[in-house]
């Protein structure tokens, strides 16, 4: 029987056994898979919360879940759990033998062993302090009279990058060069300042330089030049931050620097390296020293970089997965997951492991690499689930054997499983569904979770549904938001009187229906992903099918917050400013009350960065 819970799964790609921990010992020989080396990660559990996985050099992993969760494993030890009180994290990284956690309100923690070979890398004053036990705030960033909000963070090595809201751009850390402040052998705990006027920063796993982009619309680059990976035409280290020449800020989406190679992908999926000449993708008879086309990927829109080391992966517009790596040893890291592995990219294939409509997250350590579907939807999850616990805003119920009733709403209901509630409740009449057989079937409804495949498919049967099921949550409500006959409700958002015409149009013309714009919405999004709207609900008559938004945005941005409602993510269009509509939305986390697990924020720090806005 086909198991719909192994597409949200977690699976480890692990050439020396340094992780076996992770996954049980009877998946070891990963039958399921008949891939030697590719195993189903067991001992992370709820998969379906996971955010990001990020592992250094050693057998260790940092695991971010929901909004302020972490989770830290290692070799022959218990887990650790963590929670950040007060804070939603914003993004992990991974560096050597520390961990750095960066939080929405700009605060950045720190996770570090006790090895003295890595007290360079951990960013405090007594790096002899640090445990794996105790997640720890960096002082220089989480004093508030310094005013240093950290916007994003990244990890080269035993090197740490923290690029503040101001533009101000501090590295701590091993040197060689690579810190950009002008020196060379001196390491550094405590955070020095880089450049002014930075937009964005670039690192890897296991680089040995890194590259940032200035508001101006400059691409510089600091460190060890093994191989030219610096691109800047030659081979000499630079200790102080060099301009890359005929490269400019609005053309990179994303930059990645591994151990003598550097990838580069353009804003039109064009992917470029620079090198050693056997890890950049391309035949090559000497070393490349600037930023060449990889003719492999010419006609693959590519939007993603990850790898560590000679490991490297692109992920395109499609999630088609290419891959050229090797291990540790300079070998050719032959894993039959690559077909004909070597220097040039080759599609890789887990279509046995991930169905058609998984996103995947690659995410690699020195010596492993975590798979895993990338969970666009987990915050309208839990809204789904908060309205279905809280049963204040349910407005059918499903009556279960012995008068037992169970509270929902009826649109999601019927939305999911194509029935109408008198349909479901005749069957579980008929077949004696318990109220724990229900439980099972409407957390599948709510929060797309599998929790018990023999009940769940008995109950699919009996609804004559096929399973396992062909849709998931995130599918269905796109469905819903493309059904304009359905929607039930309407936000009315006023007209600017400027947008009339003076010399055609008379005030005497206008009258009040033309005041406001529709936004045809419904209810059940609005109660699940709003505090506010659920707030307006509980004072206007049941019956009433508008209200006015008194938020002042304009008429494209709520267009855009509404579809968000959907679908979690925030999607501009050629015709929207992107300055205008990220200003709009900032502040919507607030006024509309969205939960605490939402990801607006960083939706729209994605957006800045993509156009290189403040």
Same mark, same amino acid.
């Given at each position: 029987m086909n198991d719909p819970q192994r597409y949200s799964n977690i699976y480890c790609i692990d050439t020396e056994s340094k992780f076996q921990f992770l996954y049980s010992s009877e998946n070891k020989e990963n039958k399921e898979t008949k891939r030697p080396n590719v195993h189903k990660v067991t001992k992370i559990k709820n998969p379906e919360t996971v955010r990001k996985i990020v592992a250094g050099n050693s057998q260790n992993c940092l695991v971010w879940k929901d909004y302020n969760t972490l989770e830290f494993y290692q070799q022959n030890q218990e887990?650790?759990?963590?929670?950040?009180?007060?804070?939603? $994290?914003?993004?992990?990284?991974?560096?050597y033998e520390t961990y750095l956690i960066l939080t929405q309100s700009g605060k950045v923690f720190s996770l570090a062993s006790i090895s003295k070979s890595s007290h360079c890398e951990i960013p405090l004053n007594d790096p002899d302090n640090s445990s794996w036990k105790q997640i720890r705030p960096v002082p220089f960033f989480n004093d508030e009279k310094n005013n240093r909000k950290v916007q994003s963070i990244a990890m080269v090595g035993w090197s740490n990058y923290f690029l503040c809201e101001n533009g101000e751009l501090y590295g701590n850390g091993y040197n060689s060069g690579r810190l950009g402040d002008g020196t060379r052998n001196t390491h550094k705990n405590i955070p020095v300042l880089i450049y002014q006027n930075v937009s964005r920063v670039f690192g890897g796993v296991q680089g040995y330089c890194f590259f940032f982009t200035t508001t101006d619309n400059k691409l510089y680059a600091a460190?060890?030049?093994?191989?030219?990976? &610096?691109?800047? /035409?030659?081979?000499?280290?630079?200790?102080?931050?060099?301009?890359?020449?005929?490269?400019?800020?609005? =053309?990179?989406?994303?930059?990645?620097?591994?151990?003598?190679?550097?990838? &580069?992908?353009?804003k039109e999926g064009k992917t470029f390296g620079c090198g050693n000449k056997d890890y950049i993708g391309m035949e090559c008879s000497q070393n490349v020293l600037e930023f060449r086309?990889?003719?492999?990927?010419?006609?693959?829109?590519?939007?993603?970089?990850?790898?560590?080391?000679?490991?490297?992966?692109?992920?395109?517009?499609?999630?088609?997965?290419? /891959?050229?790596?090797?291990?540790?040893?300079?070998?050719?890291?032959?894993?039959?997951?690559?077909?004909?592995?070597?220097?040039?990219?080759?599609?890789?294939d887990l279509s046995d492991i991930f169905n058609g409509n998984s996103t995947i997250e690659i995410s690699c350590g020195t010596q492993v690499v975590f798979c895993y579907p990338e969970n666009h939807f987990n915050s309208i999850r839990k809204d789904f689930k908060s309205i279905f616990e809280s049963k204040k805003y349910c407005d059918s119920k499903l009556m279960i054997t012995n008068e037992k009733e169970i509270s929902v709403h009826k649109k999601l209901v019927e939305l999911r499983t194509n029935l109408k509630i008198?349909?479901?409740?005749?069957?579980?009449?008929?077949?004696?569904?318990?109220?724990?057989?229900?439980? $099972?079937?409407?957390?599948?409804?709510?929060?797309?979770?599998?929790?018990?495949?023999?009940?769940?498919?008995?109950?699919?049967?009996?609804?004559?549904?096929?399973?396992?099921?062909?849709?998931?949550?995130?599918?269905?409500?796109?469905?819903?938001?493309?059904?304009?006959?359905?929607?039930?409700?309407?936000?009315?958002?006023?007209?600017?009187?400027?947008?009339? =015409?003076?010399?055609n149009q008379n005030d005497d013309d206008v009258n009040e229906e033309d005041d406001f714009e529709e936004i045809p919405v419904h209810k059940l999004i609005l109660i699940a992903r709003s505090g506010l709207f659920r707030e307006m609900f509980d004072n206007i008559k049941e019956n009433s099918n508008s209200v006015q938004d008194f938020s002042g945005k304009t008429i494209e941005s709520l267009e855009i917050l509404v579809k968000y409602f959907y679908t979690d993510e925030i999607e501009l269009t050629? =015709?929207?400013?992107?300055?205008?509509?990220?200003?709009?939305?900032?502040?919507?986390?607030?006024?509309?009350?969205?939960?605490k697990h939402s990801n607006l924020s960083s939706k729209l720090i994605k957006i800045k960065n993509q156009f290189d806005l403040k």
């Open positions: 887990k650790n759990s963590y929670t950040l009180d007060n804070e939603e $994290i914003k993004d992990i990284h991974s560096g460190g060890a030049n093994n191989y030219g990976c &610096l691109a800047t /035409g030659k081979i000499p280290k630079e200790s102080s931050p060099v301009q890359i020449s005929n490269w400019k800020a609005d =053309d990179i989406l994303d930059l990645h620097c591994f151990y003598g190679h550097t990838i &580069l992908i353009t086309e990889i003719t492999a990927l010419k006609n693959k829109k590519a939007i993603k970089i990850c790898g560590a080391a000679y490991k490297t992966f692109i992920i395109t517009e499609e999630y088609d997965i290419y /891959g050229w790596a090797f291990d540790n040893n300079f070998k050719r890291w032959n894993l039959n997951l690559i077909n004909s592995p070597g220097k040039i990219p080759r599609k890789i008198e349909q479901i409740q005749k069957i579980i009449n008929e077949k004696n569904f318990t109220k724990q057989d229900m439980k $099972i079937f409407l957390k599948w409804i709510y929060i797309d979770q599998i929790q018990d495949t023999i009940i769940l498919e008995k109950i699919f049967n009996s609804l004559n549904l096929s399973y396992p099921p062909k849709k998931k949550l995130e599918m269905d409500l796109l469905d819903l938001y493309k059904d304009q006959d359905s929607k039930d409700f309407n936000i009315l958002v006023k007209i600017d009187d400027n947008e009339y =015409d003076d010399d050629a =015709d929207d400013d992107p300055e205008l509509i990220v200003e709009e939305l900032e502040d919507a986390s607030e006024y509309y009350q969205l939960n």
